[in-house]
């Protein structure tokens, strides 16, 4: 529990300095522009930051679930939390500065501005936070894998690449006699399953993630529960939605229900009336560069400012997706002829339906893909009503066998111009996860989801990971 404690310890120090970094600079700044605050005044603010991290401690911010502390707490999770946290924070502000008359003392745009940037900057100076904890393997959480088949080794791969959980793979256990005392995946195989209870004392292991077949997870659950704090369980096949799931007890009979929210009307609608906003705000916002681009395109190569793309919408209705044009006028005609020319390119563009260079790009082309901005136009599907902001990938008619029965329900949602597979490797990510993607984008969503993958796709896009 060290560790545990040692990753509590650096979160809340971080929930610390961000509350009042951020509530210094607005009062800062709100001082340059001609306000005055003594230091008695400011001082009189002090509770906002222990109220705050009471606020985190109710609301288990520095406890993912009420069992263990630090750990499994998603990023979505995380961020419904942290908005509930600072507005409350920020409620109970106010409410004591009405209290003792002390309202008028201060500048309520600056507190206004205060709230909106914690909620802004606590999420990222939280990841930040965990990815000098990871880099540094300092509060890593020890874990046991038990199960070291092809389910163990994704989660081990899985637990080096997170940087949210804080989770150390200690080793494996498993029956195979070939894996004892080697290596799987560089994580030792420590013993047989039988054995997992005695290595988690020996090593003090707390925590074992089961990756088994369903049918040996009830006795090792009966097994591992008896010593293990926290024993995962974590299914052979992903047959169901976890984030919309809840326990029900239909007469003594436990049941999970499960709840697909994008489905449901009222969400739809609160979605869509967000994601007009966000377009009308931001074709106002771009437009000088809009202009820009456009006209770049008109000097540099000859053909229209704009194409149009073919992909398939709701229902599975052919829409016309906007972009700048990026390539020269006579890309179809080049690509038929390199592709015939050059076996190793049409097998890449058979997989991909893209190319990692591609003569047919012109040069401003490739930089309006590197940023992403040759996407801009979309944000007039969206006022159409044929695209949503943040959704699953626009998908061409060719690529429906992908999905096999699950364009059923990718069919159900309209497409976005960001979503979960944009900000998880773009174009380098093979089609099996491009689908498991976006079926656990349609299968979980929610507004939080929807704020994650905005951030997300902000970072990608400043960084230019993944676009050709």
């Not at 288990?60 to 979505?76: C, I």
């Amino acid at each position: 529990m060290r560790e545990a404690r040692c990753r509590v310890l650096l979160l809340l120090l971080n929930d610390l300095f961000t509350a009042a970094f951020v509530l210094a600079g607005c009062l800062w700044i709100y001082h340059l522009m001609g306000a005055y605050y003594t230091l008695e005044e400011c001082v009189g603010l002090w509770p906002l930051v222990p109220v705050m991290l009471l606020c985190n401690a109710a609301i288990r911010l520095y406890h993912g679930n009420p069992f263990y502390p630090g750990a499994a707490l998603g990023p979505v999770e995380e961020l419904r939390r942290v908005f509930l946290s600072v507005s409350l924070s920020y409620l109970l502000l106010f409410g004591y500065l009405a209290l003792t008359r002390q309202v008028e003392l201060y500048s309520r745009v600056a507190l206004v501005a205060s709230w909106g940037l914690t909620f802004l900057l606590l999420p990222l100076t939280r990841w930040w936070c965990r990815s000098l904890m990871k880099r540094w393997g300092v509060g890593q959480i020890p874990v046991l894998i038990a199960g070291a088949g092809l389910g163990g080794q994704l989660m081990v791969q899985r637990i080096a690449r997170d940087k949210f959980f804080g989770f150390r793979a200690v080793g494996f256990v498993d029956d195979h006699p070939d894996k004892q005392g080697t290596e799987v995946g560089g994580v030792p195989v420590l013993g047989k399953l039988a054995d997992g209870v005695r290595i988690g004392r020996e090593r003090q292991v707390s925590y074992v993630i089961c990756c088994v077949p369903f049918h040996i997870m009830e006795s090792l659950l009966k097994q591992y529960s008896e010593y293990f704090l926290h024993v995962l369980l974590v299914p052979s096949n992903e047959v169901f939605s976890i984030a919309w799931s809840y326990p029900v007890n239909l007469d003594g009979c436990s049941a999970l229900e499960i709840r697909n929210q994008l489905l449901m009307a009222l969400p739809r609608v609160c979605k869509w009336l967000a994601e007009v906003v966000i377009a009308v705000l931001a074709i106002v916002m771009a437009f000088p560069l809009l202009l820009v681009i456009g006209l770049g395109i008109k000097l540099t190569s000859r053909g229209p400012m704009l194409y149009r793309a073919n992909r398939l919408g709701v229902g599975g209705k052919p829409i016309r997706v906007l972009k700048f044009r990026t390539m020269y006028a006579d890309a179809d005609q080049r690509l038929e002829q390199l592709l015939a020319e050059d076996p190793e390119l049409e097998r890449e563009w058979r997989e991909k339906f893209k190319l990692v260079n591609d003569p047919r790009i012109t040069p401003l082309g490739r930089f309006l893909r590197k940023t992403s901005l040759d996407e801009l136009p979309q944000f007039w599907n969206v006022l159409t009503g044929e695209m949503a902001v943040i959704g699953p990938r626009p998908i061409v008619a060719d690529e429906v066998k992908y999905y096999g029965d699950k364009y059923e329900l990718l069919k159900r949602v309209k497409p976005g111009i960001t979503g979960l597979w944009q900000v998880s490797g773009r174009s380098e990510v093979d089609y099996p996860n491009r689908v498991a993607l976006d079926m656990n984008y349609i299968m979980n969503w929610s507004i939080w989801m929807d704020y994650f993958i905005f951030l997300k796709t902000i970072k990608e896009v400043l960084f230019c990971r993944g676009a050709y």
